[in-house]
């Protein structure tokens, strides 16, 4: 899946298996300038809860659907060089034992890292 969120994002790409999903973002902006658009992004996405935010990573809870027991959403920021970041994102069942979440991990992914792309 690529997606072009603005003029700032390089690439963007979502996988997922089973109830697991890896996402990776590449935006020409500064590692420092993430955090605060991570914030603004939270407040895009209601059905994500930021529960914390630091330098080099951010963490959401989403809450349980139909189709899923909710899961766990780290975002991991690195400088690829002065004014290039990647963001990988992760995201885990809360209910561990979970073997299936219908894509849902995987739309959970996309749509916050899409959120992020369009607050830089």
Excluded: C, H
């Excluded at 059905?47 to 909710?70: H, I, P, Q």
């Excluded at 959970?108 to 607050?119: P, R, T, Y």
């Amino acid at each position: 899946m690529t997606n072009m969120g603005n003029a700032k994002t390089l690439s963007l790409e979502v996988t997922s298996k089973r109830a697991r999903g890896r996402g990776e973002l590449v935006v020409s902006a500064p590692m420092a300038a993430l955090p605060p658009a991570v914030e603004r992004a939270a407040l895009r996405v209601p059905k994500m809860s930021l529960t914390g935010v630091w330098m080099d990573r951010a963490e959401f809870s989403v809450g349980m659907t139909w189709k899923s027991y909710g899961s766990n959403i780290v975002l991991s920021f690195a400088p690829i060089d002065a004014g290039t970041t990647r963001v990988l994102a992760t995201s885990a069942p809360a209910v561990p034992t979970t073997l299936t979440d219908w894509g849902q991990s995987k739309a959970d992914l996309a749509e916050i890292l899409n959120a992020v792309a369009a607050e830089l």
